[in-house]
């Protein structure tokens, strides 16, 4: 899914491969293959309510999430 901003450019988009069987659902895992995935430099941000976000350290590898992803907290 994309979210369209001025209509011209796709600028989100709502990966769902944790969803695929087989996956193993971890959020780092998610963003380490799309990291591989997409062309270096582009920009890959996690946005995350707050909720979860004060429940991050409960999270799988949460210290190497937060150290090699940029997180916005909404």
């Known amino acids: 899914m994309h979210a369209r901003v001025s209509g011209s450019a796709d600028y989100f988009a709502i990966d769902e491969r944790e ?4 996956a193993s659902g971890y959020t780092y895992d998610t963003l ?5 995935e997409l062309p270096g430099g582009t920009p890959l941000v996690l946005l995350m309510g707050a ?11 949460w210290k ?11």
């Open 64 to 74: 190497e999430l937060l150290a090699e992803f940029r997180v916005a907290v909404a």
């Open 32 to 36: 380490c293959a799309l990291r591989a």
């Open 51 to 61: 909720d979860q976000y004060a429940a991050i350290e409960t999270w799988h590898r």
């Open 19 to 22: 969803l695929a069987p087989g």
